[in-house]
């Protein structure tokens, strides 16, 4: 059916139903035409949400009442837009009707709550808004994979050219020999071409590059991320929500994180909004339990002087909102009242008008209805101009009972002052004085103003902002332009303060990861005043910390201003300093100019603290590109809100908070939590042993394959590089799959630096991996290094030790591939107890992964040497068994030759533990949590798969290193 429909069809769409298209609401079951839509599938959030008919369709309910509509119904392109959308409804002989994201019924969403709508098809298929959003989230690679393939392209040309010069010394030596050693046969040979002589030693070196690697990264980065999944200590079980890694690609990118780009709001704060206090008329009133007890509401009843502007407070804050009430069946008491917002700040304000008796209980598309200290009052709702990031204020145009057309706005203190009238600033300095008050208090604060408009004033503005508002083109900014015509003359009545508490734990957090070394900086909308409160209480600003503030207006001040705080830093300019860099989004706007950038740019990477205030979303993106772009450090942005999106996909790694903003955040994110706390083990320790054990896992891969495939090129050295492989098919392609393939697992999924509670503990272990020292250019060629010596080692003593031809225990002769198989089973030995060595914490399934490959190759051998004829394989391999393990030179080669490797690398170890321990105390023995019968009772619940039987048993032994 959904394929049948065409724009302009109607459609009735059913309760408990998948809408099949983007649709316009016209009618609904409800009263007034409001319906409630579930928009999880689109962006994660499991609220309702209410939408709205066209209030000229709103009172068409039977389906052939629809047949008779006519009408043309215009709108603005397809876009990608979730909660936007501009569109004009135009029905013969009625004037034309706006519709916005109100009316917006999307593809994807499902009708909860609501009998049946009917709606009008806008967009069908890919048109539609969810299929417009049906593209991958930016690509992001973490700065080991980055390195990674750099180091593999520089490998394959050193491999390119060992086989170019392998190809030289191949026709040099065939020169010099086909006539001597006529009895090989090589005269036949000097005809093969420079390319196929080429091609063999590609095929014989090919193995130098680990093939494998990017299954062996992939499959391990997936079971990090269920590790992540699954830590009990970043369950949140108030919520019942657990971490979520939602790519696995940047697991090590959060250990090398330097700078963190934080939302304040939801973030670092709960965002659970609760009235606190207000100013009206020069007076300071704060929120009490009751009415009765408020010293306000005794001063409306008692007839105050200031009584008149504490009833048009309190009608402001309880009729200026888009908040819904919903009220329980067959209830009338208005303390039953539940108040569904759209941001918790509009919430808080309307449960504080009701704790000073003016009580909202009912609203329709065109009138509110509230009860003011038990007297119940409607007023007309003619227009809301809505709160915009951009606007920073909200306004209603309202006619009450007497007739008068009044406008109630509250916003930001900068753009409601601008906007007061000459005769309208009574209170001008008192409420900017108790602002400042609350700011220092680190409360969130609005100023609330009114203006009273002419009747004919607003019959010329109604036309203008109609137009505006029908208007199919740059909508937005002519609505705007239309709102800031009739936002003047206002006159200010108070101000109102909410309190939005710290998140547990957040102050310990922060100071962990100051001392970790990594820079926060706090991205806020709020007042500066608040920020800066804000920045003491979570221990982000310390007392003694100068503060650098930065409040120009244009931007020959700004350049001024930053150049006098550069040349101030000196020498240290670049270098971390003792100092906070406050900036407002105004002078934020000039410092990010291009000409400015730079140094602005320099002047924050110079202060230990960035804090913003006043700044749009765009801004924060920018702020976060400005630093991702510029400096050569890891990234990590944090916010709980859609205006966090942006930021969140320009940091490197991004983390999304699921919190009451809703989960738009964190469907964006890489990783999402549920308290900022969490960030702490997130990065701390999850980050720092994955960047640990994939720089192990890297490295060690690369080793292994060297250690072995660069023995063919020895070999060719002794065999005239001819091109013939030392080994035995099978044991080149099983050397990967089987014999070498537990211990890069073991190591990339169980080993640890230390145990978690030391990590937690001693915030400076961070450091290592922030800084790049297990994984960087300088550290990989040494590897490969260690990887050739090695080689040289396993092949060369062999060698010679075999040279004389060892007379072995069935009488016969050795050939190549006796001494390659001994050779291979030195190698294997080698790397696997290499991975022993560089194996920090061993468990029961490290052991099992180095000593079970070791006694699989053993295994291998004794059963591929006697499995021919049987199956009409490994013929060449027949008696290799007893040929090996008969002669006691082999068995005195299997203790020296590895020990003799390996005999380098121990001392450096020594060395190494020795200096770490002076540094750090020893680690904490790690024990398991009897908490993770919660998290595996949450995945039942949630129907996650559980976590695998042999998790569950792991034993952890601590080795420091």
Not at 606 to 621: G, T
Not at 678 to 707: E, P, Q, T
Request: hydrophobic share 40%; proline share 4%; with cysteine.
């Amino acid at each position: 059916m959904w394929k049948e429909l065409s724009v302009g069809d109607i459609v009735k769409v059913q309760n408990n139903t998948f809408f099949p298209a983007d649709l316009v609401q016209l009618s609904s079951s409800e009263p007034q035409g409001i319906s409630f839509i579930e928009t999880a599938n689109l962006d994660g959030e499991t609220n309702l949400k209410i939408r709205q008919g066209v209030p000229t369709t709103a009172k068409i309910l039977e389906t052939k009442d629809f047949a008779q509509f006519s009408g043309t119904l215009e709108s603005e392109p397809p876009n990608r837009h979730l909660y936007e959308f501009n569109g004009v409804l135009k029905e013969h002989d009625k004037p034309a009707v706006a519709l916005g994201p109100d009316q917006l019924l999307l593809r994807g969403a499902m009708l909860r709550n609501t009998a049946w709508v009917f709606g009008i098809v806008i967009y069908t298929g890919h048109d539609t808004k969810l299929m417009r959003n049906s593209t991958s989230a930016p690509l992001k690679r973490s700065t080991v994979d980055r390195l990674t393939n750099t180091q593999i392209l520089m490998l394959f040309f050193i491999l390119i050219i060992l086989c170019i010069v392998s190809c030289i010394f191949n026709q040099i030596w065939t020169s010099e020999h086909f006539q001597t050693d006529w009895y090989l046969g090589i005269v036949n040979l000097m005809n093969k071409n420079f390319a196929y002589n080429l091609l063999t030693f590609i095929i014989l070196y090919n193995n130098l590059i680990p093939i494998s690697l990017q299954v062996t990264l992939e499959l391990v980065r997936f079971l990090q991320a269920i590790f992540i999944n699954m830590d009990i200590d970043m369950y949140h079980e108030e919520s019942d929500t657990p971490a979520m890694a939602r790519t696995s690609n940047l697991n090590e990118e959060l250990g090398m994180v330097k700078y963190i780009f934080s939302d304040k709001t939801g973030t670092l704060t709960r965002n659970v909004m609760e009235f606190k206090k207000c100013t009206v008329a020069r007076t300071i009133y704060t929120a009490e339990d009751t009415p009765a007890q408020s010293r306000l509401v005794q001063n409306i009843i008692n007839n105050h002087h200031t009584a008149p502007i504490l009833r048009e407070f309190l009608t402001l804050m309880a009729i200026c909102h888009t908040v819904i009430p919903e009220k329980k069946p067959g209830v009338e008491d208005t303390a039953e009242i539940q108040y569904h917002a759209a941001s918790p700040d509009e919430r808080a304000l309307v449960y504080g008008a009701k704790k000073f008796g003016y009580v909202f209980h009912t609203r329709t598309p065109t009138y509110v209805e509230i009860e003011a200290l038990g007297v119940q009052e409607r007023y007309e709702i003619l227009n809301v101009l809505e709160f915009t990031s951009t606007r920073k204020r909200m306004s209603v145009i309202a006619r009450n009972s007497k007739g008068e057309i009044k406008l109630y706005c509250k916003g930001a203190d900068t753009v409601i002052y601008e906007r007061l009238a000459p005769n309208g600033v009574a209170y001008r300095e008192a409420t900017l004085s108790h602002l400042e008050e609350f700011a220092t208090e680190g409360l969130r604060t609005l100023c609330c103003a009114v203006s009273v408009i002419p009747d004919d004033v607003y019959e010329d503005w109604k036309h203008t902002y109609h137009k505006a508002s029908t208007s199919l083109q740059y909508r937005e900014q002519k609505v705007e332009d239309a709102a800031n015509l009739i936002e003047t003359n206002l006159m200010l009545l108070g101000a109102t303060a909410i309190e939005d508490k710290l998140q547990d734990g957040v102050p310990e957090t922060i100071a962990s990861l100051i001392e970790a070394k990594i820079n926060v900086w706090v991205l806020t909308g709020d007042k500066q005043e608040t920020a800066i409160n804000i920045g003491y209480s979570c221990q982000l600003l310390s007392h003694g910390m100068d503060l650098i503030i930065l409040n120009e207006d244009c931007l020959d001040n700004t350049r001024s201003c930053i150049q006098r705080y550069s040349e101030r830093f000196d020498h240290t300019l670049r270098k971390e300093n003792n100092a906070a860099l406050i900036v407002d989004g105004k002078t934020l706007k000039y410092a990010l100019s291009c000409d400015l950038r730079r140094d602005f740019l320099d002047l924050c990477i110079s202060c230990k603290v960035v804090i913003c205030c006043r700044v749009s979303p765009i801004q924060k993106a920018d702020v976060v590109e400005l630093v991702t772009t510029n400096t050569k450090s890891v990234t990590l942005a944090i916010g709980d809100g859609a205006n966090d999106v942006a930021m969140i996909q320009k940091a490197h790694v991004g983390v999304g908070i699921s919190g009451v903003e809703g989960l738009q955040a964190a469907c964006a994110s890489d990783y999402s939590i549920a308290q900022f706390s969490y960030l702490r083990k997130l990065l701390l320790v999850h980050g720092a042993w994955n960047y640990s054990r994939m720089c192990k896992l890297i490295l060690y891969s690369f080793y292994k394959n060297i250690c072995l495939y660069v023995i063919e090129l020895w070999f060719a050295i002794y065999s005239g590089w001819s091109g013939q492989i030392l080994f035995e098919r099978w044991t080149i392609g099983l050397y990967n799959v089987f014999f070498t393939a537990l211990p890069p697992f073991a190591m990339g999924l169980f080993d640890k630096v230390t145990s978690a509670e030391q990590m937690l503990k001693e915030p400076r272990l961070y450091e290592p991996s922030q800084s790049a020292q297990l994984f960087n250019v300088k550290v990989f060629w040494h590897w490969i290094l260690n990887a050739l010596v090695h080689s040289v080692v396993l092949y060369w003593l062999p060698m010679c030790s075999y040279k004389g031809d060892v007379i072995w225990g069935n009488g016969r002769d050795g050939g190549y591939l006796v001494l390659g198989n001994i050779v291979y089973t030195y190698v294997v030995v080698t790397v696997c107890l290499k991975a022993g060595l560089i194996t920090n914490s061993w468990t029961w399934l490290t052991h099992c992964s180095i000593w079970g490959s070791i006694v699989l190759w053993f295994l291998f051998i004794f059963i591929y040497s006697n499995i021919w004829p049987t199956l009409p394989v490994g013929a060449v391999f027949t008696g290799m068994d007893d040929m090996v393990f008969s002669t006691p030179v082999f068995w005195l080669g299997l203790l020296l030759i590895p020990a003799t490797a390996l005999l380098p690398d121990v001392i450096v170890k020594v060395i190494k533990t020795h200096k770490q321990e002076k540094k750090f105390p020893p680690p904490i023995k790690e024990s398991r949590s009897s908490s993770l019968t919660k998290i595996l009772s949450w995945r039942r619940r949630n129907s996650v798969a559980p976590l695998p039987a042999w998790q569950n048993s792991i034993r952890i032994t601590e080795l420091h290193m």
